[in-house]
């Protein structure tokens, strides 16, 4: 059973700032000297963005009962690779990321093109919180209170056309404010498609923040997809660009190792990676692994989309 | 100096470093938040970097005219095996949980993970055979030219790291180029010990 009261305090401030820097001196102190451990000496990258409170989020049906993973474990182990390959980078390098003024594009095969402001996107729809299963491709998952809306809510606003058929999503890119993205490896700006259905699909959604809060910048500050049956990295963080699209548009793993990943790449315990296996996930915080649902337990909403597909084809 | 008794005991408490931080942050809670990953990487940086340090005593002997520095060589192996050792066991035990059925399918359908196993396994005769009993069992040659597994290891340490990596390759490059360095330096020198025959036997003499 989910208890939910009222949140007066921000969760990023759950373990108080002054209390956190105080506890990594203290450890710092004395063996510091005998270790030479660069990162006890080492201002620590562990610092808490600026966010701000969402107020008056909706309940939203969609939520899992599911015990949420702590606003540490989900700001801390971050794949954006823009801001570095280990999981602990993007806390330290996202930082001072700067998401205001900041817009969005939504464009292509659609009847009202639109440029949205951050403020825009905030009231396209009224900001719901869900709490989705989060399942990354590496086997790991967590589970987030997202704030945000059905993505369909700003597809409808620019009426798509008859052409469009699928969507192409694209994440901000800038080497000034990403000095990492040269060591990321792969190909940028990052970008990401949906099939138009996935895309309207009531459980996609553009999300704005989490845990109540505005997003920090490791999780994809200002506005990020969510696409809560498929492997993480389908939902592209830092949007800049919608454009509804004719063809199925690339996306960026798939063009790095298209025998690794997929452009559907549906959560699928029966469907390996090349490297491992996707029948088990290990759970942040949890000590055994727990078995992988199909679809990421959204099988019930979404299987339907997939009716026919031969999804180890179409992994 | 390096001949000093007091020389190994540093070099052994060195080795011991990484051992004590891991020990120290999980003493206190700090191993991110997925330990098991942490803990996994980390022994396996740890193993991977020895590795290469077992390889380039003899070279950094020649080159520095530091012929002392054999005297740490099989310590910092066992301590390499040490680190492998627990980077074998955080997978077997900690991530995979003994699952029998998932570790088979690994070995045999996984080429990073048999790369692993490879290194792993190819150390595993030299760790056991290290010590001097072993060394007059099966005389200066033979052992020698057993432990030349050890490029095996770095080999395999190497493949296993670079195909585990997604996309940024900058550490396996680093430890790939180290090794094949290493690798070209001792090939030379084996090379030119065919030419000059008696200068063979004599290293050959001395190392039994």
Redesign the interface.
């Known amino acids: 059973m989910l208890i939910k009261k009222p949140a007066d305090i921000r969760y990023s401030e759950v373990t108080p700032k002054a209390l956190y820097f105080n506890r990594r001196k203290f450890l710092a102190g004395i063996p510091a000297a005998f270790l030479g451990a660069r990162e006890l000496l080492a201002p620590s990258g562990r610092a808490l963005a600026d966010t701000s409170k969402l107020p008056n989020l909706a309940k939203s049906p969609f939520s899992t009962p599911e015990k949420e993973n702590s606003y540490e474990d989900v700001t801390h182990y971050n794949n954006f690779y823009e801001f570095g390959t280990a999981k602990d980078e993007p806390a330290k390098y996202a930082r001072n990321f700067k998401t205001n003024p900041w817009t969005l594009s939504v464009e292509g095969e659609v009847a009202k093109p639109r440029k949205y402001s951050l403020d825009d996107i905030l009231h396209v729809a009224p900001l719901e919180e869900r709490i989705y299963r989060h399942r990354c491709v590496e086997a790991w998952s967590i589970v987030v209170p997202w704030a945000g809306y059905s993505l369909s809510a700003l597809l409808q606003q620019v009426q798509p056309t008859a052409k469009a058929k699928f969507v192409a999503f694209q994440s901000y890119y800038d080497l000034g404010q990403m000095p990492q993205a040269r060591y990321a490896g792969i190909q940028l700006p990052y970008v990401e498609g949906l099939r138009l259905d996935e895309a309207m699909h009531p459980l996609t959604m553009l999300t704005v923040g989490m845990y109540g809060e505005t997003l920090p910048p490791q999780d994809g500050a200002p506005v990020r997809l969510t696409v809560p049956w498929k492997y993480g990295f389908k939902s592209a963080k830092s949007l800049v660009k919608i454009r509804l699209v004719e063809k199925q548009p690339p996306n960026t793993w798939n063009l790095q190792a298209p025998n690794e990943y997929g452009f559907y790449s549906n959560v699928n315990p029966k469907v390996d990676h090349p490297r491992w296996s996707q029948a088990t996930e290990r759970r942040l915080g949890e000590f055994r692994r727990r078995p992988t649902l199909m679809f990421n337990g959204y099988g019930d909403q979404v299987a339907s989309l997939y009716a026919g597909m031969d999804l180890r084809k179409y992994y | 100096m390096l001949r000093s008794r007091w020389a190994k005991v540093a070099v052994f408490l060195l080795c011991l470093?990484p051992f004590?931080?891991l020990a120290?942050r999980a003493w206190?809670g700090d191993l991110?938040?997925?330990p098991?990953?942490y803990i996994t990487h980390f022994t396996g940086d740890w193993a991977i970097r020895l590795v290469v340090a077992t390889l380039a005593v003899t070279p950094l002997r020649k080159l520095l005219h530091l012929p002392d520095l054999i005297r740490f060589r099989r310590m910092i192996g066992l301590f390499a095996f040490f680190y492998a050792s627990l980077h074998f066991a955080t997978w077997f035990g900690?991530d995979k949980?003994f699952d029998m059925h998932?570790i088979l399918?690994?070995f045999t359908?996984?080429?990073?993970i048999i790369a692993g196993l490879t290194a792993f396994l190819s150390m595993t005769p030299l760790a056991v055979t290290s010590t001097k009993c072993w060394i007059r069992r099966l005389g200066g040659r033979r052992w020698q030219a057993l432990h030349r597994l050890v490029y095996v290891t770095a080999c395999a340490a190497v493949v296993h790291y670079y195909?585990?990596v997604?996309?940024?390759?900058?550490w396996p490059l680093v430890y790939g180029s180290l090794v094949a360095i290493l690798l070209a330096y001792q090939a030379g020198s084996w090379w030119r010990k065919r030419r000059t025959p008696a200068a063979a036997k004599t290293v050959g003499g001395a190392a039994s």
């Not at chain 2, 359908?109 to 990073?112: A, G, T, V």
């Not at chain 2, 997604?166 to 900058?170: K, Q």
């Open positions: 470093v004590g931080r120290w206190n991110t938040p997925n098991i990953e900690l949980f998932e399918k690994d359908k996984r080429p990073f195909w585990l997604e996309s940024d390759i900058r």
